[in-house]
DNA sequence: CCCGTATCGATAATTTCGTATCGATATTGT
DNA sequence: ACAATATCGATACGAAATTATCGATACGGG
């Protein structure tokens, strides 16, 4: 366990941890071949991720559920970041309402707008502020995560201002590529590239049938 | 050109378009090098991404800014694709309103929710049924494509009536994860896979300045 | 009590992806 | 016209990720 954890596991842990949660009638052993069978993953490639961050696997039987879900949640979650979002707009709000971040570590603060309507208002129980309020508060906080739902037009001038207030990481949601330093790190969400391989996926599965 | 498009460089293809297309001031003719900066992706890379589509590229100049757009255009929308989203809920209408996938040969036609404040009205253009029309509406269209969008209690319920009606696509947004039979595609768009990655980066850049 | 089987962990092989290198070619400057 | 240079495409190499294989171990059934 605690080797180096590579992109693509790291990217399967939360799957793992979402699925075992989600089980309502969570057994008290699960295998690395259930798992596999239910998340349509290779079995190896399963028992692989989970030895990264467990070494509690028993033959013929699995791993302990509670445990697994135990050390995926620590590892995870194991230090909880504070963030802002900039843009509450549809996608904004759904973000701020979006129940789950907090299980990985993550917790949205303060949304902030343009719009004199929802400045002031509430959104899931956090406030939104003008943007000019932005800088100070994030100084302040010592915030170190942004995100982006804004139109493109404004999201790398946007991006330029987070960073000079001192935040670290960016999720960008807007169609723009954003760039950054490299001293901070950024992931642009984007739409289309799910869409592609979704979309290559059908087409492949439709002609496959011909 | 027109070899087998790995699904790695198939997610950078709309990356790509939407770059060039973006660009306020585009040059007669862009060089993979030129891109590859901008995006910050290997020069390389983008020269053997560009080759799968392109065969147009000339020593000393580039690719001519309006061929790439338009084989990438080709490429990535070359059939359009009718899709409903079922759940009006902020990142149902988000999408709804996304300016972007229609680009990308994807035309969301009309949504589905529960809530009688929204039957009969339009989000985007779009309008909004009731979900007792859902299956009978998509087979009647032939509609291949369905988002969901909605908690994830109803996620997997919906996903079935979905694939019964003959959807064959699935673009899930819940944090549930849906299981589907083979001759149905599914993307699980896990934000907390996303989110996993950034993390960690950021805890590597703030440990690295220690 | 022993044998068959499901599962684990580890190692090895394969595949996929990214990067480096090299000759070829078009443009620019002299 | 010719040399210098930026860029392309192709090939070869290396790294990363997935998949296959194997011995070891725990449980269940004769």
């Known amino acids: 366990m605690t080797t180096v954890i590579s992109k693509a596991t790291l ?9 075992l949660k989600s089980m309502a009638d969570a057994p008290e052993y ?10 349509r ?3 190896v490639q399963v028992r692989k991720d989970l030895a990264c961050i467990s070494d509690a696997g028993k033959p013929k039987v699995g791993y302990m559920t509670k445990d697994l879900v135990a050390v995926l949640e620590d590892y995870l979650g194991n230090d909880v ?10 996608l904004g709000k759904a973000l701020m309402a979006y129940k789950g971040f907090e299980e990985y570590g993550f917790k949205i603060v303060a949304g902030f707008d343009l719009d004199p309507a929802l400045i002031g208002k509430e959104v899931a129980g956090k406030k939104v502020f003008g943007v000019e309020k932005m800088e100070n508060l994030i100084r302040r906080l010592g915030i170190k995560i942004g995100i982006i739902t804004l139109p493109k037009e ?13 935040i670290r990481a960016i999720w960008n949601f807007s169609p723009a590529y954003i760039i950054v330093p490299d001293n901070v790190a950024v ?5 289309a590239s799910s ?16």
């Open 11 to 19: 990217q399967r842990l939360p799957i793992y941890l979402n699925y």
């Open 30 to 39: 699960i295998s690395a071949t259930t798992l596999a069978n239910a998340l």
């Open 41 to 43: 993953l290779g079995e």
């Open 81 to 90: 970041n504070d963030a802002v979002i900039v843009g509450v707009g549809h």
């Open 154 to 166: 404004c999201a790398q001038e946007t991006a330029d201002k987070l960073i000079a207030a001192g």
């Open 187 to 191: 992931k642009n969400e984007n739409m």
């Open 195 to 210: 869409l592609a391989v979704l979309s290559k996926q059908l087409k492949e599965l439709l002609l496959s049938e011909k």
